[in-house]
């Protein structure tokens, strides 16, 4: 079992490296919950939020069996692709938080890459 130190620890490392790379570019963050993933493109010199998606989105929810699988994510980073490209974002930070980049974070990324969005 992962201790609370360690994930803050990860989280905060992750931090640090993407306000050392991100010359103010919207981050795109992830949060992943037991049974949903929910993705956010926020402006951080702003403090704006410019695209959001969730597998709670009404968009997604008749669509999906369950929330909390990778082809869910994958519909989530499809969604999150096309709204950031409708709020003119073309280039984000990907914001992986205190998850390994496996899974349904790694099948999250790579849906909004094919959806456009460059990390």
Do not use: C, W
Request: charged share 30%; glycine share 10%; proline share 2%.
């Amino acid at each position: 079992m992962v201790s609370k130190v360690s994930v803050k620890r990860r989280a905060g490392r992750v931090r640090r490296k993407i306000k050392a790379v991100s010359n103010g570019q919207p981050r795109l963050s992830v949060y992943r919950s037991s049974k949903n993933i929910y993705v956010q493109v926020i402006d951080d010199a702003k403090g704006h939020t410019l695209a959001a998606a969730s597998t709670l989105d009404k968009d997604l929810k008749g669509q999906i069996k369950t929330g909390a699988d990778s082809a869910a994510a994958a519909a989530v980073g499809k969604l999150v692709a096309e709204r950031a490209k409708k709020a003119g974002v073309e280039e984000v930070v990907f914001d992986r938080g205190p998850y390994l980049f496996h899974g349904r974070v790694k099948a999250l990324a790579d849906a909004a890459r094919e959806g456009g969005l460059k990390f």
